[in-house]
């Protein structure tokens, strides 16, 4: 069994109920959101680049087994994971209220901010001294400007068929359908 499984171990709540939670979370924010199309459109414009980022740091994620340390990699350790933060924000946008956009920014970052560094102490068990190198030069979270000089033995390229096997196309028909909700809300509060 693997930390991110274990019971007692710190951040296993919010490993176990980021998804749990995210559904009624999402049911509350449509529920409570004031849609309007120059919303949906800027939000939406928004949250593509949150896809663009999350599918580009998929081609370069090989799941237990590497250390993924180029691309966007070489920028951010959590570049899905800054993605998918623009991916809210967009959706924040496009609901136009306030309180479905604070209760979505806030949700990112009570549950996010704790499974990063829960999986980070996964990497750092795994991987040791090689991710302590790692996240001495990459920050957490926002992006530096430069990329971080890694080891030729680490580098790898981008992937589609990477991207396929992480299955993040499933991100972008989440936020497709979450655009086309917003405006079916829309489209029933002008009558």
Same mark, same amino acid.
């Given at each position: !069994?693997?930390?991110? @499984? =274990? @019971?007692?171990?710190?951040?296993?709540?919010?490993?176990?109920?980021? *998804?749990?939670? =995210?559904?009624?979370?999402?049911?509350? *924010?449509?529920?409570?959101?004031?849609? &309007?199309?120059?919303?949906?459109? %800027?939000?939406?414009?928004?949250? !593509?680049?949150?896809?663009?980022?999350?599918?580009? #740091?998929?081609?370069?994620?090989?799941?237990?087994? $590497?250390?993924? *340390?180029? =691309?966007?990699?070489?920028?951010?350790?959590?570049?899905?994971?800054?993605?998918?933060?623009?991916?809210?924000?967009? $959706?924040?946008?496009?609901?136009?209220?306030?309180? &479905?956009?604070?209760?979505?920014?806030?949700?990112? #970052?009570?549950?996010?901010?704790?499974?990063?560094?829960?999986?980070?102490?996964?990497?750092?068990?795994?991987?040791?001294? $090689?991710?302590?190198?790692?996240?001495?030069?990459?920050? /957490?979270?926002?992006?530096?400007?430069?990329?971080?000089? %890694? +080891?030729?033995? +680490?580098?790898?390229?981008?992937?589609?068929?990477?991207?396929?096997?992480?299955?993040?196309? @499933?991100? $972008? *028909?989440?936020?497709?359908?979450?655009?086309? %909700?917003?405006?079916?809300?829309?489209?029933?509060? @002008? /009558?």
């Amino acid at each position: !069994m693997s930390l991110a @499984q =274990g @019971q007692g171990a710190p951040g296993a709540f919010f490993m176990r109920w980021r *998804v749990r939670l =995210g559904y009624p979370l999402a049911a509350l *924010v449509l529920w409570l959101a004031r849609p &309007s199309p120059r919303s949906i459109f %800027v939000g939406g414009l928004v949250g !593509m680049l949150g896809l663009w980022l999350r599918g580009y #740091a998929a081609g370069y994620l090989r799941k237990q087994e $590497a250390l993924a *340390v180029t =691309g966007p990699y070489a920028y951010t350790r959590n570049p899905l994971y800054f993605g998918s933060a623009i991916l809210a924000f967009g $959706a924040a946008i496009a609901t136009r209220w306030w309180v &479905s956009a604070s209760l979505l920014l806030l949700y990112f #970052a009570v549950f996010y901010s704790r499974v990063m560094r829960r999986e980070e102490r996964e990497l750092q068990m795994r991987y040791g001294a $090689a991710f302590e190198e790692y996240a001495r030069a990459v920050p /957490r979270f926002f992006p530096s400007l430069r990329p971080a000089r %890694v +080891s030729e033995e +680490s580098a790898c390229s981008f992937s589609f068929e990477q991207y396929k096997k992480n299955r993040e196309w @499933q991100a $972008a *028909v989440g936020f497709l359908l979450l655009l086309g %909700v917003l405006v079916l809300i829309w489209h029933l509060r @002008q /009558r």
